[in-house]
């Protein structure tokens, strides 16, 4: 199911890269981005694959606390190999999901888009 969503995020990505949106990469002091694993940024902390998990867990409408209650215990009990990611990183990854269109958010529930 996981590698699923994750060619299906890819898809709606490059989808809307051609659909003439705007993606900037702002590099800060840093120098890393948290989009893609780099070789200071571990793959299980990269954006795209958080967004790629969070996608697998919503094959119904859920609530935002329903979907961080999967994912922490998808970290806890299922996977002994993932980095454990913060609350924060949770929510920028589903910042990223509403930006390309992957997700649709309302009446606080999220879903997957229809693409």
């Not at 490059?14 to 780099?38: D, E, Q």
């Not at 070789?39 to 996608?55: Q, T």
Request: some cysteine; hydrophobic content about 40%.
């Amino acid at each position: 199911m996981y590698n699923e969503c994750y060619t299906e995020l890819e898809k709606i990505v490059y989808g809307s890269l051609k659909k003439k949106r705007k993606f900037r990469v702002l590099i800060g002091k840093g120098g890393a981005t948290v989009l893609t694993p780099t070789k200071n940024l571990h793959e299980d902390k990269a954006i795209l694959k958080i967004g790629a998990r969070i996608l697998s867990f919503l094959t119904s409408p859920r609530t935002l606390s329903s979907t961080w209650e999967a994912y922490f215990n998808f970290q806890n009990q299922e996977s002994n190999n993932v980095l454990r990611i913060q609350f924060d990183l949770f929510i920028l990854a589903l910042d990223f999901l509403y930006i390309v269109g992957a997700i649709e958010y309302e009446d606080d529930l999220l879903w997957r888009a229809n693409t």
